[in-house]
């Protein structure tokens, strides 16, 4: 797992690559699957779930398409940490969010391979079937002006 120390002037420093990050780069680490742990450098506390709450909330403030949380749902999630006894509201949204992303990337797989074998494209497929075959058989023939050709019985045409 790669290590990321956050030092007290808020940068980031990534171990294993020797050199500072920033808020962007563990975002891309995300993004790319690869497991980090951030933690504090002068007490070694793990401060990974702060800078990815970090990661979300500037997600959110680009605004437009990219915001997922609502207001409302925003208050929702405050209202659940009051509950004397909170619901387990973590682990249903992992797996309801685990979920709809197998679900989103089976929908993108098949719509790929659906547009794969568009009219269009079997168009151009059987054009460069087509342009193959007159190659091949043109260059049999020699493909040249005066050059002799036979009729199917082996005949000399006398296409000269």
Sequence with gaps: MRVIRKYANR?????????????EDLRELVLDDIAFRVEDAKSGEDLTRTILLTI????????????????????????VYDM???LPLARYLEQGTK???EQQ??????????MRHTPMELMREMAEDNMRFWKQNLGKMGGQPGAK???????DTGSR
Excluded: C, H
């Design 84 to 86: 004397a006894k909170p």
């Design 99 to 101: 979920l709809m992303m």
């Design 56 to 79: 979300i909330i500037e997600q959110e403030q680009i605004g437009g398409d990219a915001e997922v949380f609502s207001n409302d749902l925003l208050a929702q999630f405050i209202r």
């Design 11 to 23: 940068r980031l420093y990534d171990t294993e690559q020797s050199r500072y990050v920033t808020l």
């Design 105 to 114: 990337k089976r929908v993108q797989d098949q719509w790929q391979q659906a």
């Design 149 to 155: 050709e036979e009729d199917d019985s082996g005949n």
